[in-house]
């Protein structure tokens, strides 16, 4: 035994100098055998196998806890068949009103006494909302709120001692980490789902404030809203959105982090509206190119590539150039991390930004400011319309203004009512209204107050210009 022993080691020595790469593997029969690299780690993993997850268990516990939601009214202004103004193919997939108008989404309890969230496109355009448990309860629910900017909705039903949810925190799941969905997929109740965390704090487009988990679970029209729960039956975030070339499922979903549905629902619940922090500024990734140019050690941070005028960030002292590294104790690893990071702060708060300026880590301190809402309202309008265009604008940025090489102009943040149904789209950029250049919210409402039945809107999509007439009723 010695004498092979010793003869293997120096094979296994000479193998080391020519490149080899073999391991000593130790039998039951205490036999030293001479293995590739490839066997020794399968037969690691078969010795130590690692235990699935009990995604039976997190269905029997937690699985009565979500609902079916059935809405009855206006068509929802997001569907599988329409992008909602998205770049091509990431889409919000309630089913749209071709389709059969129950098990329009999911939901799931996280109060006993009848609080439900979901997401905002199901219950948008809503005037009855049904929820169904899963013991065939049904319950007419009421909408407490919703939030665009985050597409998270509050419902509430009349009931008492209901199962709930138990909620987590996103931020602590691990890329490659298991994950569970339940939901109603095409009016399927209580289909069961499971993947993987694909990544974290993914950005979509127009999607400022949520850091999306990215997921390979299979979500469908009418999962929606539903739960993803992690292996220890916690609910970590709602699924939200798909990225698919069919309309249904291609491998790439998208969940809002919970800690993000959770302060919308407690504010909505508290003062039944959202507040958010605003700081000012515009900011881009760091790349490596960057990062060499600034003199960083690697690409990390959000570059202010803008700052608003009259912004807390540049009464702050804020430059254009700057790297913000840090808000407070909370790290800023990539720019699409910071938005989110300011809008959960509150209006009048302080906090202390850690930005590399020329070589140098500054802190710079800043109060933050309530995020402006130059919402475009005009009359009583619809009920879902916002005022008689249906437009949610802004100006633009002074770096946007260069980049489309206009001197005003507004860029529609939101739509519906008379203007989605002209065909104005999220991201269009108003130039002119009834042959007037608009340049502020308040001088685009003083035309559209001034014009009859309709008001010729001069639009830029892209590199193209088109006139749009949306009638005022």
Known sequence: MKTNLKRIVTALALAGVIGGGYQLVASESHDVQLVEPARAAATAIASNPVALPDFASIVAQHGPAVVNVSVVGKASAASDDDDNGLPPFFRRFAPGPQ??????????????????????????????????????????????????????????????????????????????????????????????????????????????????????????????????????????????????????????????????????????????????????VTVQDVTQGLADSFGLKRPEGALVSDVSAGSPAQKAGVETGDVILQVGNDPVTTSTELPAQIARMQPGSRTTLKVWRKGDVRSVDVTIASLPTDRLAIGKGEAAGGGKLGLDVRPLSPTERSQVGLSGGLVVQDVDGAAARAGIQQGDVIVAANGTPVKSVDQLRTIVAKAGKHVALLVQRDDARIFIPVPLG
């Open 99 to 280: 389709q059969p108008r129950q098990g329009l989404g999911s939901g799931f309890i996280v109060s006993s006494d009848g609080v439900i969230l979901t997401n905002a496109h199901v219950v948008e355009g809503a005037q009855e909302v049904t929820v169904r448990l899963t013991d065939r309860r049904e319950f007419t629910a009421k909408v407490v709120g919703t939030d665009k900017q985050t597409d998270v909705a509050v419902l509430r039903i009349d009931a008492g001692d209901l199962p709930t949810v138990k909620l987590g925190d996103a931020r602590n799941a691990r890329v490659g980490d298991w994950v569970l969905a339940i939901g109603s997929p095409y009016g399927l109740a209580n289909t069961v789902t499971a993947g993987i965390v694909s990544a974290k704090s993914r950005a979509l487009p127009n999607e400022t404030y949520v850091p999306f988990l990215q997921t390979d679970v299979a979500v469908n029209p009418g999962n929606s809203g539903g739960p993803l729960f992690n292996t220890a039956g916690e609910v970590i975030g709602i699924n939200s959105q798909i990225f698919s070339r069919t309309g249904g499922y291609q491998g790439l979903s998208f969940a809002i982090p919970i800690e993000v549905a959770n302060q919308v629902k407690d504010q909505i619940l508290a003062t039944g509206k959202v507040t958010r922090g605003f700081l000012g």
